[in-house]
């Protein structure tokens, strides 16, 4: 994959992130885009086989956020983000760079979580946490509580944010392994 490549991903991911912020949405035409830039630039590259690797990369990017999409921790702009990158990536990158995203956004979900215990203007969702658990322990089966309004659990955060770090962290370690 050439530094152009991922320098162009780059920006589309500034800009992306920057509508996710702003709005708390990702606009159609914004996926469409990176989708359609993501399949030239990897026709351009590699011919046929570049734009079959584009498809099958948005296939890929679109199942790995799917998951989570269907049981309500992403929106579908997300979703559809990662499809678009997986135009640039391919199949085994948006796979990995998915995953690093998946992480990323599990980490600042923890930091908002451990965030109540300082801020005391906020509902903790510690309690409800140990409720789950105490449940699972007794009874050996899960079950989900949702937040409550106004606990910091509740608030969305921009998953746009996590998708670039994770996706530009494995596209630095990528580059580093091939450079």
């Given at each position: 994959m050439s530094q152009q490549v991922y320098l162009i991903l780059g920006a589309y991911l500034m800009v992306s992130i920057y509508w996710d912020?702003?709005?708390?949405?990702?606009?159609?035409?914004?996926?469409?885009?990176?989708a359609t830039v993501g399949i030239l630039l990897q026709g351009w590259a590699a011919?046929?086989?570049?734009?079959?690797?584009a498809?099958?990369?948005?296939?890929?990017?679109?199942?790995?956020?799917?998951?989570?999409y269907l049981m309500g921790f992403t929106g579908a702009g997300?979703?559809?983000?990662?499809?678009?990158?997986?135009?640039?990536?391919?199949?085994?990158?948006?796979?990995?760079?998915?995953?690093?995203?998946?992480?990323?956004?599990?980490?600042i979900a923890l930091l908002f979580a451990v965030s109540a215990l300082?801020?005391?203007?906020?509902?903790?969702?510690?309690?409800?946490?140990?409720?789950m658990m105490r449940t699972l322990v007794v009874t050996g089966r899960p079950i989900y509580i949702a937040?409550?309004?106004g606990e910091v659990m509740g608030r969305k955060f921009p998953f746009a944010v996590s998708i670039a770090i994770g996706t530009t962290g494995w596209m630095l370690w990528h580059w580093s392994l091939v450079g």
């Open positions: 912020i702003s709005t708390r949405r990702i606009p159609n035409i914004l996926i469409m885009t990176g011919g046929a086989g570049g734009v079959l690797a498809l099958y990369g948005l296939l890929v990017g679109l199942a790995i956020l799917m998951p989570g997300d979703v559809k983000l990662m499809a678009a990158i997986g135009t640039f990536l391919g199949p085994f990158g948006v796979f990995k760079a998915g995953l690093a995203s998946i992480v990323v956004g599990g980490i300082f801020n005391r203007t906020t509902l903790s969702p510690w309690s409800r946490y140990g409720l937040p409550r309004e």
